[in-house]
T-cell receptor
Framework: AQSVTQLDSHVSVSEGTPVLLRCNYS??????LFWYVQHPNKGLQLLLK??????LVKGINGFEAEFKKSETSFHLTKPSAHMSDAAEYFC????????????FGSGTQLTVLP | GAVVSQHPSWVICKSGTSVKIECRSL??????MFWYRQFPKQSLMLMAT?????????EQGVEKDKFLINHASLTLSTLTVTSAHPEDSSFYIC????????????FGPGTRLLVL
């Protein structure tokens, strides 16, 4: 079985400062990991994914995440926050070799202050 | 590419009526579609997995007779909430996975259901 823990339910940053959203995973197999973003009353948009290739994954809108097996982490970062980044972010895991179901973290609400 | 649509985007209905939500993959063929439910300020909970041409697989605790899922074609899946009650009010989101890409689910914009 796999699980995902998003360590912060809320993160608040000032515009132009770095963003760090933390995610730890647990999986019996080599996992695939994803970050999705959800704006209010909208569906989910894929930011980036890790599928056992390069451990540093670059996504859309300047986001990136690094897969660290030793720490079982997949933290999401962005060098400089923009007001439009304010949204809910979900870290998601899928165990390889299993059914194609995803396990979602509880989400992190990112607030960007002017 | 990889666009998924849902219709309607929101619906209000009376208690006891049935509501059908459509999920379409617009530019790819989806062998598998997933239906999720999301309560306010909470994460997504998988309700069921449907493969084209076969019966849906429901997660534990999800009533299959209440939430009817049909996946009749490679581009369309429907979720019907039968005899809706106020506690069924929620945000329903579908996702689709294509034949060539078994790694990524593409999500629809969601359907907000309010049962009065």
């Amino acid at each position: 079985a796999q699980s995902v823990t998003q360590l912060d339910s809320h993160v608040s940053v000032s515009e132009g400062t770095p963003v760090l959203l933390r995610c730890n995973y647990s999986s019996s197999y080599s996992p695939s990991l994803f970050w999705y973003v959800q704006h209010p009353n909208k569906g989910l948009q894929l930011l980036l994914k890790y599928t056992s290739a390069a451990t540093l994954v670059k996504g859309i809108n300047g986001f990136e995440a690094e897969f660290k097996k030793s720490e079982t982490s997949f933290h999401l970062t962005k060098p400089s926050a923009h007001m439009s980044d304010a949204a809910e972010y979900f870290c998601v895991v899928r165990a390889s070799g299993s059914a194609r179901q995803l396990t979602f973290g509880s989400g992190t609400q990112l607030t960007v202050l002017p | 590419g990889a666009v998924v649509s849902q219709h309607p985007s929101w619906v209000i209905c009376k208690s006891g009526t049935s509501v059908k939500i459509e999920c379409r993959s617009l530019d790819f063929q989806a062998t598998t579609m997933f239906w999720y439910r999301q309560f306010p300020k909470q994460s997504l909970m998988l309700m069921a997995t449907s493969n084209e041409g076969s019966k849906a697989t429901y997660e534990q605790g999800v009533e299959k007779d209440k939430f009817l899922i049909n996946h009749a074609s490679l581009t369309l899946s429907t979720l019907t909430v039968t005899s809706a009650h106020p506690e069924d009010s929620s945000f329903y989101i579908c996702s689709a996975m294509g034949q060539g890409n078994q790694e990524t689910q593409y999500f629809g914009p969601g359907t907000r259901l309010l049962v009065l």
